[in-house]
């Protein structure tokens, strides 16, 4: 898999890389990465790729030329992805999709965006993090990044535990306990102590079902739940009323 990004920032982008599964998958040959920086591409002097927007207002604009050139530079066949908080939020189907696709560029903003017709005619998809605004694209990208290198066969070392993390079946994962058995007199409970892996398995069924209901009751929407899982659910809500 390649991976471009277009950033005014490449310093940023190195050294992220340079840790953790990111790291691991360049090591392991597994992704590529190509790191543009945009001012390479501006036929600016002073290499700016930034300038005022028509119309008026606050703030400073990215250019057409550059990002489109810098764009141009990786050839045909990447998809086109820019970071935006006009975007669609990024769910575990966004990061699904992106994995099966052979080349992706990711286009970092700065500033109040980029040209209007930059996203009309070269992006083929605008993706946000959050109903939030930050600096610019770069972060946003690192989480896309990491999100999706992390489920890449052959990167992390243990699969299934990415596999059976929050989100994954569209609920919250449950809760994990390790050593020692009993700190600040508040023990681990007693089900994962006793070996029987069926108990195990339902009561972290069970505690996953609980704690989307509490604290994420509208992923519950989007999961169709067995005839175990609603009695799970109905006894988790028994358990934790009065507390």
């Known amino acids: 898999m390649i991976i471009n990004f277009v950033t005014i920032f490449p310093e940023f982008v190195e050294s992220f890389i340079n840790f953790g599964l990111v790291n691991k998958a360049i090591k392991k040959n597994i992704i590529q990465f190509n790191i543009l920086s945009l001012r390479d591409f501006s036929d600016d002097n002073q290499r700016r790729v930034d300038d005022k927007p028509y119309g008026g207002g606050s703030g ?12 141009d530079s990786v050839g045909e066949g990447a998809y086109n992805i820019y970071l935006s908080p006009q975007g669609r939020k990024i769910k575990i189907q ?12 990711l286009i970092c903003g700065r500033y109040e965006g980029v040209d209007q017709r930059l996203i009309d005619n070269h ?12 600096s610019g694209g770069e972060l ?12 890449i066969p052959g990167v992390p070392e243990d699969i299934d535990s ?14 994990h306990f390790s050593r020692p058995e009993t700190i600040d007199d508040i023990s681990v409970p007693k089900v994962l102590l006793n070996g029987n892996h069926e108990e195990i398995r339902r ?36 358990e934790h009323k009065n507390k």
């Open 140 to 151: 946003a990208a690192m989480v896309l990044l990491e999100a999706l290198v992390r489920r």
């Open 94 to 105: 966004t990061i699904n999709r992106f994995i099966n696709m052979s080349e992706i560029t």
């Open 60 to 71: 400073m604009l990215l250019r057409y030329e550059p990002i489109k050139k810098a764009i």
């Open 123 to 134: 992006i083929d998809e605008e993706v946000s993090i959050g109903d939030y605004v930050i």
């Open 203 to 238: 009561w972290r069924r069970k505690m996953s079902l609980g704690m989307t209901f509490m604290k994420r009751p509208d992923l519950l929407k989007n999961v169709k739940l067995t005839k175990e899982d609603d009695k799970l659910l109905k006894e988790y809500i028994e």
């Open 162 to 175: 990415i596999l059976n993390e929050s989100f994954e079946d569209g609920l919250l994962e449950h809760p």
